[in-house]
C-alpha cells in the first residue's frame, strides 16, 4: 500500500502559507485580546485603588491593601468562600458520583439507552442564566410546581433558609449531564479484555468497576475534578439570575461582578478578588496539565 510523503511548510504554496498563518494568526489574536489581556490587565489592577472614575493613570499603587481588606474588612466574602465551598462539595460528592452512575448505566447498552443518554445531556447544552430562568418555574412561590402540588407557599430563591439549596440542585441537573458524558465517553475506551480478565478471575461487576475500570480511567477522573473546581469557582449565571448574589447566594463571583461594575464601581477591589480566582483556578489546570504531560512521556 503506498504512503502519502508527509510536506512540511516549506513545501507549501504562498496562498496555503498565507491560510495556515491566518488561521494561526487570528485564533490567537483572539486568546490574548480576549483571554489574557484583560487577565493580566485585572491582576495589575488589583494593586491599585482605581474606581473607574477617570483615567487608568490617574490610580494610585496600593500594594497588596486591597487584598487585606478582601480578607479582613469585607464582610460578604468569609460567606461567599464559604458558598463556593458548599457548591463545591456538593457538586463533586453528589452531582458527579450521580453522573458517573447514570453513565455505567448507560454504558450497559439498554433499551432506549440513546433517548435517555440525549435527554439527561440536554440541560449541558443550556446557559446556566436559563436554567435559572427553567427552575423558575418549579421554585416559584405562586405559580411554581412545587408548591402547586404540595400546597405549600415558600419562596425557594427569596427565602435565605432554601435559596442556596434551590440552586445546588438547579446547577447539579446541568452539571450531572456533563459528566455522564465524559464518564460515559471513558467507558467507551476501556479495553473490553480487562473485564474479562477479572471476570476470569471469579470477581464480581463491583469489585471489577472499582479494582480495574476506575482506576483505568484515571486521565478521565483528572479531568473530572479539574472542571468540577473550576465550575463551581466561577458559578455565576444562575445565582446572578436569582437575585444578584445577594441574600445568601453570595459567591466570589458574583462579589467580583458587584464590585466592578456595580454602584460601588471599586475596579482596584474587585480585581483583587478576581485575581484570587485566577491563582487558585490556575493551581489546578497546573496540575492537570502536569499530569497529562507525564502520562504522554
Known amino acids: 500500500m503506498a504512503r502519502t510523503k508527509y510536506k512540511g511548510i516549506d513545501h507549501l504554496s504562498p496562498t496555503d502559507r498565507v491560510v495556515v498563518g491566518l488561521m494561526v494568526a487570528i485564533p490567537t489574536l483572539l486568546v490574548v485580546w480576549l483571554v489574557w489581556f484583560p487577565a493580566i490587565g485585572s491582576v495589575l489592577l488589583s494593586f491599585t485603588n482605581w474606581d473607574g472614575i477617570g483615567s487608568i493613570s490617574d490610580a494610585k499603587v496600593i500594594g497588596l491593601k486591597n487584598y487585606s481588606d478582601v480578607v479582613s474588612i469585607y464582610p460578604p466574602f468569609w460567606p461567599a468562600v464559604r458558598h463556593n465551598l458548599i457548591w463545591l462539595a456538593v457538586m463533586f460528592l453528589l452531582a458527579t458520583p450521580f453522573g458517573l452512575f447514570l ?32 427552575w423558575q418555574l418549579i421554585y416559584s412561590r405562586d405559580q411554581g410546581l412545587i408548591n402547586q402540588v404540595t400546597g405549600s407557599t415558600i419562596d425557594w ?39 474479562e480478565a477479572a471476570r476470569v478471575d471469579g470477581a464480581n ?53 458587584s464590585n466592578i461594575v456595580g454602584e460601588a464601581s471599586r475596579i482596584g477591589f474587585g480585581s483583587a478578588m478576581a485575581t484570587m480566582m485566577l491563582v487558585i483556578s490556575s493551581v489546578f489546570v497546573a496540575l492537570y496539565l502536569r499530569y497529562m504531560f507525564k502520562e504522554q512521556r
Open 103 to 134: 453513565a455505567v448505566l448507560l454504558d450497559r447498552e439498554l433499551r432506549g439507552s440513546r433517548v435517555y443518554q440525549t435527554a439527561i445531556y440536554l440541560p449541558v447544552v443550556l446557559s446556566l442564566a436559563l436554567v435559572g430562568f427553567i
Open 157 to 195: 430563591y427569596g427565602d435565605q433558609r432554601y435559596n442556596l439549596g434551590a440552586a445546588l440542585l438547579a446547577a447539579s441537573w446541568r452539571h450531572v449531564g456533563y459528566i455522564m458524558l465524559l464518564y460515559l465517553a471513558g467507558l467507551k475506551g476501556v479495553d473490553p479484555t480487562l473485564r
Open 205 to 257: 461487576e463491583r469489585t471489577t468497576f472499582f479494582r480495574v475500570v476506575f482506576p483505568v480511567m484515571a486521565p478521565i477522573n483528572v479531568i473530572v475534578l479539574v472542571v468540577t473546581v473550576i465550575e463551581s469557582l466561577r458559578a455565576f449565571d444562575l445565582v446572578w439570575v436569582i437575585n444578584k448574589g445577594r441574600n445568601g447566594l453570595e459567591l466570589i463571583s458574583t462579589l467580583v461582578t
